[in-house]
């Protein structure tokens, strides 16, 4: 059996599957983000019936972060300057209990839905694929020829510093920076700036829509720059808000202009920027889908030798 984890920062999603087929789940549970002792308590319940003879052949890990994920670094696997109480400097590797030898893969959370959706998803029949999440947190995952574009660190794009919104006076939330981009249009800056949370804004929709839409369409600019993706999914429980997706969709446009000619962003309904098919699985199939690469590796390389 493989095992996929996707620990988020309300809820976890844990997932086993036959290796032979990483792509249907046998078994799959979904726990809520608490303490590390009681979250992690929960995990190792669940993993421990399906290890056949008390292991796995290989256990995926995409994980909210930052989080060191440098297979090299003597802290791999651990939760490092997260403003998350209580797990910052989480060993979650070794809290796992997984037998001695067990191959891990590790990569963000938002690296892991990239990975699901581009195998499974909306991401299907393009090799580069970027993935944008904007919910309690901002984050954007990266694949790049069907694989994470690096395996020693991720992007930390939730801090992008932004041009702000001519109407926009308001002082944001993130804890390091004030007005980054997470400051100023994650959930919790949403809910800070209106006194109420995105699905319940009411009257007051419209003025939110603008300006997370203008704020959403820079990050959505910048990833487009930087990395050239085929295709943008985007989710996160923000981007739920009724008209959000298409005023960022209008909003990139707006912003690109003719720096891009002919780009498929210029055209809102051109399928550049798409929701995710995968819903709350996209991360957990990311997860297995490392699980399964590194079981096959493994496999290959016995033969080899």
């Known amino acids: 059996m493989i095992a996929g984890i996707e620990t988020g920062g309300t809820k976890v999603i844990c997932a086993v599957a036959d290796p032979r087929d990483p792509g249907t789940l046998v078994d799959h549970a979904r726990i809520d983000t608490t303490t590390p002792e009681r979250t992690l308590g929960a995990i190792r319940g669940f993993l421990a019936p399906h290890a056949v003879e008390g292991r796995f052949d290989a256990v995926g890990i995409a994980s909210f972060g930052p989080v060191d994920v440098d297979a090299a670094s003597p802290r791999f696997g651990w939760i490092t300057s997260t403003p998350k109480p209580g797990w910052r400097d989480t060993d ?28 499974f998803g909306a991401g299907r029949g393009v090799d580069d694929v970027a993935y944008v999440t904007v919910g309690t947190g901002i984050g954007v995952g990266i694949v790049v020829n069907g694989a994470p574009f690096t395996l020693r660190s991720h992007p930390e794009l939730g801090h992008l510093v932004i041009r702000r919104h001519p109407r926009d006076s308001f002082a944001g939330v993130c804890p390091f920076h004030g007005d980054c981009l997470e400051g100023l249009a994650s959930g919790p800056s949403i809910e800070a700036r209106w006194g109420r949370p995105g699905m319940n804004l009411g009257s007051l929709r419209e003025d939110a829509v603008a300006l997370s839409s203008y704020y959403i369409a820079q990050l959505l600019a910048t990833v487009t720059y930087a990395a050239a993706p085929q295709r943008i999914v985007v989710g996160g429980g923000v981007l739920k808000t009724p008209g959000l997706l298409a005023a960022v969709r209008e909003q990139l446009a707006k912003l690109v202009g003719g720096a891009l000619a002919g780009h498929p962003l210029l055209d809102p309904g051109s399928g550049y920027v798409v929701r995710p098919e995968l819903g709350d699985e996209s991360g957990v199939r990311g997860a297995l889908s490392l699980a399964g690469d590194t079981r096959s590796r493994g496999a290959a390389l016995a033969l080899m030798g």
């Open 92 to 119: 979650l590797i070794t809290h796992l209990a997984l037998a001695p030898g067990t191959p891990v893969r590790l990569v963000t959370d938002v690296t892991g839905a990239a990975l699901g959706e581009h195998r």
